[in-house]
């Protein structure tokens, strides 16, 4: 007996692009309303796969842009969605335009000449931190973005001090986005089913990023820093880095560990080693050690 999993409208999932197509009807619903697509919206989507997703939020809207890699399933994909009445415009005019690259790639402004977008999709779980960060860069161009994620990065991405999933990509992508965790999906929901679960997660960008672009450099470095081995304390982490008075200065406990420590202490800590750095840089000031 010959194994169909895995197998949809005669595609084979690709492990190498990381498909797994979503299948439940009801979960497609529920991500639907959750991004709630408008006429006027200007949405792309990555990773649309054989269009599940794409045939439903195509309803509304007056144009749909999708990012595919795989040139094999984009066939399959607009005859999917040239079946449904919703995908055509009054003119008989496909609603639907396809751009077959990689979404590491993707340079959203001249996608956001006439509006800033909104971005959806279920992303490939091999690309996906790499995918949000690059997308983030580009966050003047972004109302919003919904995704599809594996649990355990939605859970990171969403953390708080004192969680375990707490770290370096909660504060990275915290201080440029307001991240919000909006339900589970389970693997029954694809074909072929994942090993892990699945979660919807929203990141909209913040119009002032809480680090700006000239500190971001070393926020970057003292959080990696200040996570590099989770059990030490800040200080033992930071030791090299800079002295623990300025640990202290900031008003943070330097015996505590960077899991207890909130995105607002980290910002003010790298405001601190800046204005220290420049002030000891500054004509006949001593150069302290940092």
């Keep these: 007996m010959s194994d169909t999993s895995g197998i949809l409208d005669g595609h084979r999932a690709r492990k190498r692009f990381g498909q797994n197509f979503l299948t439940d009807e009801a979960v497609i619903a ?3 309303s959750a991004i709630a697509p408008k006429a006027e919206d200007r949405l792309i989507e990555i990773g649309p796969g054989l269009g599940a997703l794409t045939c439903q939020l195509i309803q509304p809207l007056t144009h749909l842009t999708v990012v595919e890699l795989d040139r094999d399933i984009i066939p399959k994909l607009l005859a999917r969605c040239s079946k449904q009445k919703t995908a055509h415009d009054q003119a008989s005019k496909s609603k639907l335009t396809v751009l077959e690259q990689d979404a590491l790639t993707l340079d959203l402004a001249p996608l956001a000449g006439e509006g800033p977008l909104r971005i959806a999709g279920n992303l490939p779980y091999n690309i996906a931190t790499p995918l949000i960060f690059h997308l983030l860069e580009q966050s003047k161009h972004i109302v919003d973005m919904t995704f599809m994620l594996q649990k355990e990065v939605v859970d990171r991405l969403a953390a708080h001090p004192g969680n375990r999933d707490y770290g370096r990509l909660s504060l990275m ?3 440029v986005a307001e991240v919000e965790s909006l339900f589970v999906v389970p693997p029954t929901a694809f074909n072929p089913p994942p090993k892990v679960d699945s979660a919807i997660v929203r990141l ?3 119009a002032h990023p809480l680090v700006p672009d000239d ?8 959080v990696s820093l200040a996570f590099a081995h989770r059990r030490k304390t800040l200080q033992n982490n930071l030791k090299h880095r800079l002295p623990t008075s300025t ?3 900031a008003g943070i406990d330097p015996g ?3 899991e207890q420590v909130s995105l607002d202490e980290f910002i003010s800590l790298a405001r601190l080693v800046k204005e220290l750095a420049t002030d000891s840089a500054a004509p006949g000031k001593h ?3 940092f």
């Design 30 to 32: 529920r991500i639907v």
């Design 173 to 175: 992508v915290q201080a």
């Design 204 to 206: 909209v960008p913040r």
């Design 215 to 222: 500190l971001k450099p070393l926020f970057g470095e003292l």
């Design 247 to 249: 640990i202290v200065d």
């Design 256 to 258: 505590t560990r960077a």
């Design 287 to 289: 150069t302290d050690h």
